[in-house]
């Protein structure tokens, strides 16, 4: 099994930031190729450099630890033998990055027994890196300077939501109506668990399709915080691997403290 340390997330906090590098190179260009895969969904040679670069990585230091990749799916027949591996988003946030509004993220969990027990989430434009594991804690990395994600955020007596910048529903837009007053921002990417793990956000509700390679990793950084993200129907933490289905039920996370105010 792997270690659960603050070295695990130095290690994937450095991977992370590797294969953001990668991306910074195509993001760099002028130009760059969209192809569309059999879902719909964009990819570009980003998506594509992000996942090598991690895969090469995580398969020389974890060698007995198997990778399930947005990039490269594998059978559940396979994978539902798996009781430890390495869940990834090589970019998150993919209509972000063609947009080029920083709003993306490469995404490494682990998950253990169904559970997201450590993961990173960078977001290379922005320079900023997530970290969080399960007893070790939850930490924010800017310019090589590590704190931990402490939240005595005072009660908001206006609650901010935050929902996706690029991926509406009408379940989301109901839910909105019922809630009463509220501050909503629109943000793409894994990064709105992040900004509920720093306290500048209360509510991410998320009536809408996500896959297991989307929340795994901020799930980690967020419960780590002292967040929560649970189905929406049944109020159960949101769990990995126990399907053939990648898709997640629709979820709500929620800050630090959220349940105590
Ligand atoms: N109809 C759909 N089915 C599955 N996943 C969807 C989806 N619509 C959006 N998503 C997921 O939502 C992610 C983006 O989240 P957000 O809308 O919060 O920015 C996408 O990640 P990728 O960009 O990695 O493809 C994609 O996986
Ligand atoms: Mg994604």
Same mark, same amino acid.
């Not at 719909?40 to 007995?64: E, N, Q, R, W, Y």
């Not at 993919?94 to 682990?110: C, D, H, M, P, S």
């Not at 967040?227 to 629709?250: A, H, M």
């Given at each position: *099994?792997?270690?659960?340390n603050?070295?695990?997330?130095e290690?994937?906090?450095?991977? &992370?930031r590797?294969a953001g590098?990668a991306i910074?190179q195509?993001?760099?260009?002028?130009?760059f190729?969209?192809?569309q895969?059999?879902?719909d969904?964009?990819v570009?040679?980003?998506?594509?450099a992000?996942?090598?670069v991690?895969?090469?990585?995580l398969?020389?230091?974890?060698?007995? #630890?198997p990778?399930?990749?947005?990039?490269? #799916?594998i059978p559940? @027949?396979?994978?539902r033998?798996?009781q430890?591996y390495?869940?990834? !988003?090589?970019? !998150?946030g993919?209509?972000?990055?063609?947009?080029?509004?920083g709003?993306?993220?490469? =995404?490494?969990a682990l998950?253990? !027994?169904?559970?997201?027990?450590?993961?990173?989430?960078?977001?290379? #434009?922005l320079?900023?890196?997530?970290?969080?594991a399960?007893? %070790?804690?939850?930490?924010?990395?800017?310019d +090589?300077?590590?704190?931990?994600?402490?939240? =005595?955020?005072?009660?908001?007596a206006?609650?901010v939501? %935050?929902?996706?910048?690029s991926h @509406?529903?009408?379940?989301m837009? +109901?839910?909105? =109506? /019922?809630?009463?007053e509220?501050? *909503?921002?629109?943000v793409?990417?894994?990064?709105?668990?992040? *900004?509920?793990?720093? +306290?500048? &956000?209360?509510?991410?509700?998320?009536?809408g399709?996500t896959?297991?390679?989307? /929340?795994?990793a901020? @799930?980690a950084v967020?419960?780590s915080? +002292?967040g929560?993200?649970?189905?929406?129907?049944? =109020?159960?933490?949101l769990?990995y691997?126990?399907?053939?289905?990648i898709?997640?039920?629709?979820? *709500?996370? /929620? &800050?630090p403290?959220?349940?105590?105010?």
């Amino acid at each position: *099994m792997v270690t659960l340390n603050i070295d695990l997330l130095e290690q994937l906090g450095q991977i &992370a930031r590797d294969a953001g590098d990668a991306i910074m190179q195509v993001y760099g260009q002028h130009d760059f190729d969209i192809s569309q895969k059999s879902d719909d969904s964009p990819v570009t040679a980003a998506d594509l450099a992000s996942h090598g670069v991690i895969v090469a990585a995580l398969s020389s230091a974890f060698a007995d #630890v198997p990778v399930l990749s947005e990039e490269a #799916v594998i059978p559940w @027949q396979t994978r539902r033998h798996w009781q430890e591996y390495f869940l990834i !988003d090589p970019l !998150d946030g993919t209509k972000e990055f063609i947009k080029r509004n920083g709003e993306f993220t490469v =995404n490494i969990a682990l998950i253990r !027994d169904g559970e997201a027990v450590a993961g990173v989430v960078y977001a290379p #434009v922005l320079g900023r890196s997530y970290l969080g594991a399960r007893g %070790v804690g939850a930490y924010l990395e800017v310019d +090589g300077k590590r704190e931990a994600l402490v939240v =005595n955020a005072p009660l908001r007596a206006v609650p901010v939501v %935050v929902g996706s910048r690029s991926h @509406q529903s009408d379940a989301m837009a +109901g839910y909105l =109506n /019922t809630l009463g007053e509220h501050e *909503m921002l629109s943000v793409g990417s894994s990064l709105k668990f992040c *900004m509920l793990a720093e +306290g500048r &956000a209360d509510l991410y509700p998320r009536l809408g399709p996500t896959s297991e390679w989307d /929340t795994a990793a901020a @799930q980690a950084v967020l419960e780590s915080a +002292g967040g929560q993200v649970v189905q929406f129907d049944t =109020n159960e933490p949101l769990r990995y691997n126990s399907k053939e289905d990648i898709l997640n039920p629709w979820f *709500m996370a /929620t &800050a630090p403290g959220w349940n105590n105010r």
